[in-house]
């Protein structure tokens, strides 16, 4: 399917790896011209020379770093098509342990860093070419999982957002969407395979092929296979999808809504 995106300005937030990466690397091979960012200066250039994005380092949790890359883009840029937004996860945890600083740290990662970044390229996005958003959530928001009630609470707040969202946007021509992923190979179940590993004695292939025993589709998805849901909420041929969180989990959510 040609996705239609061809020549499109697209900045992909969280993309020096995982499934941000992924989804970068699907839209620059759609003909989109790519802008990269994430923490990691060296990684991030090294990621973007691969398939010939731009980089822009911003640690995206913080207000000034975000203030620099929306100005960085607003100097080198007529206008924004797309806007993608790949950065949160969660962090492993009974509720006693979180600590105030844990859940305000938590909140900046899922939820602040992305109501920050859209709000600053919304000038960028209004001068767009039918703008488009897409954020993640997670599959969590449907289907809370044990020892992650820190991200299942944001994931959660994050339908809300991106409803909310999308429907005081949508009247200027700007369409938000979001992709839950569900369990997805990226760094950060490796390094949570690696943790749970080292804490059970037993190896992170056993860890992953035990956490994918409960998922329908009997496996954990790739950061590509979520990646075709973003790309495709990306592009113009979901023009009439507004305000969804459309889960990618192979069934684990099982839940009616
Ligand atoms: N993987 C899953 O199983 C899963 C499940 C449900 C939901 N999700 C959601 O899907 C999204 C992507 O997850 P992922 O698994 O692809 O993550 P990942 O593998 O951990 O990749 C995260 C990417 O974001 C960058 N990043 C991290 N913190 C950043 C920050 N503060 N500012 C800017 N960039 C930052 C990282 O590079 P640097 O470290 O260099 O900044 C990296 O490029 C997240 O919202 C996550 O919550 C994932």
Redesign the pocket.
Known sequence: MDLGIKGDLALV??????????TAKLLAAEGAAVTI????AA??AA?AAEFGAEAMP?????AA?TAALVAGWEAKHPRLDILV??????QRSSFEALTDADWQRNWE??IL?TVRLVRDLLPALRRGHSPRVV??????ARMPYAEQIV?NVH?AGHVALVKTLSAELIGEGIRVNA???????????T?RAAKLAAEEGSTPEAVLARFAQDIPLGR??S?EE?ADVAGFLCSPRSAYVVGQSIAVDGGITRGLL
Do not use: E, H, Y
């Open positions: 937030v969280g993309a020096s790896d995982g499934i941000g990466l992924a960012a994430s923490r990691d990684a991030l990621r911003c640690d995206a949790t913080d770093a937004m790949a950065v949160g996860g969660s990662f899922n860093a954020l993640f959530g997670a599959a969590s991200s994931k992709v839950q992923p569900g369990r997805t190979v990226t760094r950060l179940w390094q954990f998805a950061a979520v």
